[in-house]
T-cell receptor, first 111, second 114 residues
């Protein structure tokens, strides 16, 4: 079945450093979404990428979708303590409505 | 956006018992999803619940263990039956949003089975 791999599992940075998490699918995706889950909270939607090679930015966050629509990345520039949490990618393929979530990358930011 | 509430928010249950989790949405939605998230892990889809039809279960999840009801377009329940400590987890319901099809998640039910 479809699998979505995500690395790294955990990243510990100093405040102000950059952070990147990578997502790779075993199949071509129709779209990919990114979610953030704060400690003790529930996943919150950040963005969806649909087009091959698409790049979207939200302030310090940059999201990319690969040309083959099988991989994606989230880059955070100059991390802040408010960025702490787990970042999940989630992909859909074919005509299915269900999302397949990656394992998540837990980000710790130290001041 | 959709506002989702879940009851209970947390519970501690004895093995062999059952717990029913309720999910209420503030708008009518076609599909509702139930996920399980074990501590420090990712989200695993248990089943998709459409109003008026039987839920569709993912591999590894069966109706006898996780019966689901979907009596109307704003409400669903998930029952965790004959619980064992391995069922200790956070159970989340979610719905698709309009347009981007992002999913909105409820706050989750933290279940501990002793």
């Amino acid at each position: 079945g479809q699998q979505v791999m995500q690395i790294p599992q955990y990243q510990h940075v100093q405040e102000g450093e950059d952070f990147t998490t990578y997502c790779n699918s075993s199949t071509t995706l129709s779209n990919i979404q990114w979610y953030k889950q704060r400690p003790g909270g529930h996943p919150v939607f950040l963005i969806q990428l649909v087009k091959s090679g698409e790049v979207k930015k939200q302030k310090r966050l940059t999201f990319q979708f690969g040309e083959a629509k099988k991989n994606s990345s989230l880059h955070i520039t100059a991390t802040q303590t408010t960025d702490v949490g787990t970042y999940f990618c989630a992909g859909r393929s074919g005509g299915y409505n269900k999302l397949i979530f990656g394992a998540g990358t837990r980000l710790a930011v130290h001041p | 956006s959709a506002v989702i509430s879940q009851k209970p928010s947390r519970d501690i249950c004895q093995r062999g018992t059952s717990l029913t989790i309720q999910c209420q949405v503030d708008s009518q939605v076609t599909m509702m999803f139930w996920y399980r998230q074990q501590p420090g892990q990712s989200l695993t889809l248990i089943a998709t619940a459409n109003q008026g039809s039987e839920a569709t279960y993912e591999s590894g999840f069966v109706i006898d263990k996780f019966p689901i009801s979907r009596p109307n377009l704003t409400f669903s329940t998930l029952t965790v039956s004959n619980m064992s400590p391995e069922d200790s987890s956070i159970y989340l319901c979610s719905v698709d949003g309009v347009g981007d099809y992002e999913q909105y998640f409820g706050p989750g039910t933290r279940l501990t089975v002793t």
